[in-house]
């Protein structure tokens, strides 16, 4: 079915946009209002989130229009991103050509085919079975000993994050969910939506009302308000959409809990890495807010989750 001729896909798509005008108007007067200090500090990154936000639901509602090819070829354009950045910030070196060759040239874009093939027996086990063996083979035949671990499992784990992770995102399109078929780009948006709107609201009530941090040496703006109340309205939210998605409304707000943790666990792991490596941020691809993956980190871990529980407990087999 179009987007022109399914009116839930254009009330979900409406009520994306409605929300997001709603967001920028008060960024906007935050920022007007901030004067100096960290009080402006914190109204030009909610600013800056903003922007991304508006990116991702312009891009997002694209790839929609275009179908199940238009949402192949974003997914795997935001992997190729992804992985370029994480593997910029980590330990390579010129031993590791070969792995990089087959990694961007060989092994993410046949992964999309064989999701765009609707292959799950194999996408499914391609990287984290095949590709595990792969790499470190190809890696010792290099002959370079030096931080063999290392940089293989860099290699292992950006393609494990950046493109199976997030591969899984256009396979939600071909779930043969029965009483549901043709519907995937709605079960799409809902995804994404509830993990984007979980992670922009545990960052505004950290802010508001943020005491008590969670990891304070990994990520110092995520607290335990923030990650309650952003979990809380982000769920419920969720729960209120259940009517574009094959779910009952409290089969809709476990899903949603479950995409939200799942989000949390992401950003905070991602983190973690950037910790690691001593920067803010994978990249700046988007202005004032960071790269790809700084915005996607959410999505990558809550994306397999929900495909899986979604295809195991309401979908035919594919």
Not at 195 to 214: E, M, N, P, T
Not at 237 to 251: H, K, R
């Amino acid at each position: 079915m179009t987007i022109a001729a399914d009116r839930e896909m254009q009330f979900l798509l409406g009520g994306v946009f409605a929300l997001l005008v709603l967001v920028t108007g008060v960024a906007l007067a935050v920022r007007a209002t901030a004067g100096d200090g960290p009080r402006r500090a914190t109204a030009d990154n909610l600013w800056a989130r903003t922007r991304s936000f508006w990116i991702i639901a312009l891009v997002a509602s694209a790839a929609l229009v275009t179908g199940q090819t238009g949402a192949i070829l974003l997914f795997f354009l935001v992997s190729l991103l992804a992985l370029r950045e994480f593997m910029t910030l980590t330990p390579t070196n010129a031993s590791d050509h070969a792995a990089m060759v087959w990694t961007f040239f060989v092994i993410a874009p046949l992964q999309y085919a064989l999701v765009a093939f609707h292959w799950y027996g194999l996408y499914s086990i391609l990287i984290p079975v095949y590709v595990f063996l792969f790499i470190p083979s190809l890696n010792a035949m290099a002959g370079d000993p030096q931080r063999f671990l290392e940089r293989t499992a860099t290699v292992q784990w950006g393609l494990m994050v950046c493109v199976y992770c997030l591969s899984y995102a256009p396979a939600i399109l071909w779930l043969r969910i029965p009483g549901y078929e043709g519907e995937g780009a709605k079960l799409l948006l809902f995804c994404i939506v509830v993990a984007q709107l979980s992670d922009f609201l545990q960052y505004v009530f950290g802010k508001l009302l943020g005491r008590h941090r969670i990891a304070p040496t990994i990520s110092p703006n995520k607290t335990w308000e923030g990650f309650v109340g952003g979990v809380a309205v982000a769920t419920a939210v969720g729960t209120a959409l259940w009517w574009a998605t094959p779910f009952t409304p409290p089969v809709a707000a476990l899903m949603s809990l479950v995409i939200c943790l799942m989000g949390f666990a992401g950003g905070l792991t991602m983190s973690a890495i950037k910790r690691d490596r001593g920067v803010k941020d994978f990249g700046a691809l988007i202005a004032g807010h960071g790269g790809i993956l700084d915005r996607v980190d959410s999505i990558c871990f809550s994306v397999p989750v929900f495909f899986h529980l979604t295809r195991f407990f309401f979908a035919r087999g594919s």
